[in-house]
């Protein structure tokens, strides 16, 4: 993971990679030690920042050229959350990821997902990222075509719809929203049967009527 963070940050001109790991907060992966020799490792001695435990480890370059206040920097460690929610409470941040719940990345689907984006896709856009954790993910070769699973995702894809992008809908029957990256008619007409199929009151239906906006 660093490897391509390092990758993705030479590659974009940026100075250096900030992640959210904590000394102590997993017992193997994020001790002090082995958090030194993952950096090390992937080539990115000094340009690896953990705002979060910042003071417990060794100043880093971005530091040492003031491009980060190392003043500001916390001192958190230990596997207790409670720190991390205050501050969270403290900035207004009330949507984010269950404590303890583990990186996404480790989650198969989610990483088979980011994968393929990857692959598939040249510019990724924070959409496209906010895009992964909504519905059923397919491709008709390089269009992506993402089938809501239930009411509130429907309204999640109308939301993330960006210019250039088609929302199908069954007309007058219930079932789900689906979105395409895209305007190509074959990767239309894929979206449509994955729109029937997912509705179970259209799979009763011999015919359909879709409406597109």
Same mark, same amino acid.
């Given at each position: 993971?660093?490897?391509?963070?390092?990758?993705?940050?030479?590659?974009?001109?940026?100075?250096?990679?900030?992640?959210?790991?904590?000394?102590?907060?997993?017992?193997?992966?994020?001790?002090?030690?082995?958090?030194?020799?993952?950096?090390?490792?992937?080539?990115?001695?000094?340009? %690896?920042?953990? !705002?979060?435990?910042? #003071?417990? &480890? @060794? +100043?880093?370059?971005?530091?040492?050229? $003031? *491009?980060?206040?190392?003043?500001?920097?916390?001192?958190?460690?230990?596997?207790?959350?409670?720190?991390?929610?205050?501050?969270?409470?403290?900035?207004?941040?009330?949507?984010?990821?269950?404590?303890?719940?583990?990186?996404? %990345?480790?989650? !198969?689907?989610?990483? #088979?997902? &980011? @994968? +393929?984006?990857?692959?598939?896709?040249? $510019? *990724?856009?924070?959409?496209?990222?906010?895009?992964?954790?909504?519905?059923?993910?397919?491709?008709?070769?390089?269009?992506?075509?993402?089938?809501?699973?239930?009411?509130?995702?429907?309204?999640?894809?109308?939301?993330?719809?960006?210019?250039?992008?088609?929302?199908?809908?069954?007309?007058?029957?219930?079932?789900?929203?689906?979105?395409?990256?895209?305007?190509?008619?074959?990767?239309?007409?894929?979206?449509?049967?994955?729109?029937?199929?997912?509705?179970?009151?259209?799979?009763?239906?011999?015919?359909?009527?879709?409406?597109?906006?």
């Amino acid at each position: 993971m660093f490897k391509q963070a390092k990758k993705i940050m030479e590659e974009q001109g940026f100075s250096f990679i900030a992640t959210g790991e904590v000394i102590g907060e997993r017992p193997m992966s994020q001790r002090k030690k082995a958090m030194e020799f993952l950096e090390k490792k992937a080539g990115l001695e000094g340009k %690896l920042l953990r !705002p979060l435990s910042a #003071k417990l &480890l @060794k +100043e880093t370059e971005i530091e040492k050229k $003031k *491009i980060v206040d190392r003043k500001k920097l916390l001192a958190i460690s230990g596997r207790s959350r409670k720190k991390q929610i205050a501050l969270a409470k403290k900035y207004g941040i009330e949507d984010y990821p269950t404590p303890a719940g583990g990186c996404l %990345l480790t989650d !198969p689907a989610f990483s #088979k997902r &980011l @994968k +393929e984006l990857l692959e598939k896709q040249e $510019k *990724i856009t924070e959409n496209d990222i906010a895009l992964l954790f909504v519905g059923r993910h397919f491709w008709h070769k390089n269009v992506k075509i993402v089938v809501a699973r239930n009411e509130e995702e429907n309204k999640k894809l109308h939301k993330l719809k960006k210019d250039g992008n088609i929302i199908i809908e069954l007309e007058d029957i219930p079932g789900p929203t689906t979105l395409v990256r895209g305007g190509a008619q074959e990767a239309i007409n894929k979206a449509k049967r994955l729109t029937k199929r997912y509705s179970s009151a259209a799979r009763r239906k011999k015919q359909v009527r879709f409406k597109k906006c």
